[in-house]
Every structure is written in C-alpha cells, then in structure tokens.
T-cell receptor
Framework: GAVVSQHPSWVICKSGTSVKIECRSL??????MFWYRQFPKQSLMLMAT?????????EQGVEKDKFLINHASLTLSTLTVTSAHPEDSSFYICSARAQGNTEAFFGQGTRLTVV | GEDVEQSLFLSVREGDSSVINCTYTDSSSTYLYWYKQEPGAGLQLLTYIFSNMDMKQDQRLTVLLNKKDKHLSLRIADTQTGDSAIYFC????????????FGTGTQLKVEL
C-alpha cells in the first residue's frame, strides 16, 4: 500500500508554545488529508478535512484558530497546534487519500505532550 | 450523527478464532472498514467491505455484514500473539473514501 509519513513521531513542548506536525504522502498525490485526534484508550475523532489548495473543513467543536491546517501541496499537510496547553496532549494521526480512491492511508501518528 | 459501537475487550487463546463485533447507525454507509492499531502506532487497514456485499474473506480474515441489522464482524482464524492489538471498525457515507467514523475500538489480547 501507499506510505504516509508523519513527523515528528513524538514531541514534548512547553505550555504556550506552538507545535507543527507534518503529514506527507511519499508515493502518491494526496488530494484529501484528514487529521484525527486520539485520547488514551479511546477512538479516533476527526478534527478536520483538508483538500489541497483550499481551506480545511473543521468538525464541530474543533477550534480552527487553535489547530491550523495547511495543505499547500499534493504531498504535504501540516497541523499547527497554537498556544498549546496540557489538555492538548494527545495522539494526532493524519490520513491521506488520492483522488478517486476509496482507501485512505494513515500515518504512524504523533504523540504530543504539553508540559 | 453517525454512531459506531464495539465491545471494548476480547481475550482468546492462541490458535482459537477471534470474532470482533461492530454495530453502526448510518444506513447510508457505503464502505465499512476494519483497522488494526498496535501500541503507539498509526492505523493499518486490514480489510474493507462494500455495503452491497455480505461477506468477504481474505486469508485468515472473514468479514460478515448484516446490513439489515447494521452489524459488522471480523473473524480472525488461528489467532496468533502478533494479532494482539486494538481493532477499529469504521464506516464512510456516500462517496466512499470520505471522512470515516470510527468505532470505540476493541482490545484483542491473545494468550498462550
């Protein structure tokens, strides 16, 4: 299957700082990328859907000014957690889908810890 | 909105079959998926089934879909210790690969 890479795999940051997470499709063009958040022992909650070159569509309850998503190219989407707080600590996972495909491929996830 | 439910935990002995169940509420679901997540890792797609099918088999995996009851199951034959993981079912509405709604996940523990 296709490969989606997230970077970094884990990050620890101080409260109040911003953190950027990258999601790259390595061997295909991802017209759509999805960002999920997963709390310990819980399911994945979709945060937003982004299509290349357009603004992301956020799910209800997700603050668009806090979780900035950029999908400027067909192989890269970024999620920036601005002014991070301890309650933002979570596992963030992206997935990417090529146009016309039914399958979305997942990255390995990024463990964010805010101290 | 859509809701997808799974039992939280399943324990089986190595060599036995495992059956993980999932129920969903969205009658317009087009595709239903099973993903595997190992500790600290992303999701690996195991298999998926189109909503007009009632069964799909892929090596040790068998997916059964009862669309009338909105019930999906994943059977793993000859379960191995390497199958220990969390298994998520997910459904997508019309349009196939559009956003997925995930179940709560089932922790499968395989004992010797």
């Amino acid at each position: 299957g296709a490969v989606v890479s997230q970077h970094p795999s884990w990050v620890i940051c101080k409260s109040g700082t911003s953190v950027k997470i990258e999601c790259r499709s390595l061997d295909f063009q991802a017209t759509t990328m999805f960002w999920y958040r997963q709390f310990p022992k819980q399911s994945l909650m979709l945060m937003a859907t982004s299509n290349e070159g357009s603004k992301a569509t956020y799910e209800q309850g997700v603050e668009k000014d806090k979780f900035l998503i950029n999908h400027a190219s067909l192989t890269l989407s970024t999620l920036t957690v601005t002014s991070a707080h301890p309650e933002d600590s979570s596992f963030y996972i992206c997935s990417a889908r090529a146009q016309g495909n039914t399958e979305a491929f997942f990255g390995q996830g990024t463990r964010l810890t805010v101290v | 909105g859509e809701d997808v439910e799974q039992s939280l935990f399943l324990s089986v002995r190595e060599g036995d079959s495992s059956v993980i169940n999932c129920t969903y509420t969205d009658s317009s679901s087009t595709y239903l998926y099973w993903y595997k997540q190992e500790p600290g890792a992303g999701l690996q797609l195991l298999t998926y089934i189109f909503s007009n099918m009632d069964m799909k088999q892929d090596q040790r995996l068998t997916v059964l879909l009862n669309k009338k009851d909105k019930h999906l199951s994943l059977r793993i034959a000859d379960t191995q210790t390497g199958d220990s993981a969390i298994y998520f079912c997910a459904e997508s509405g019309t349009g196939g690969g559009n956003k997925l709604t995930f179940g709560t996940g089932t922790q499968l523990k395989v004992e010797l």
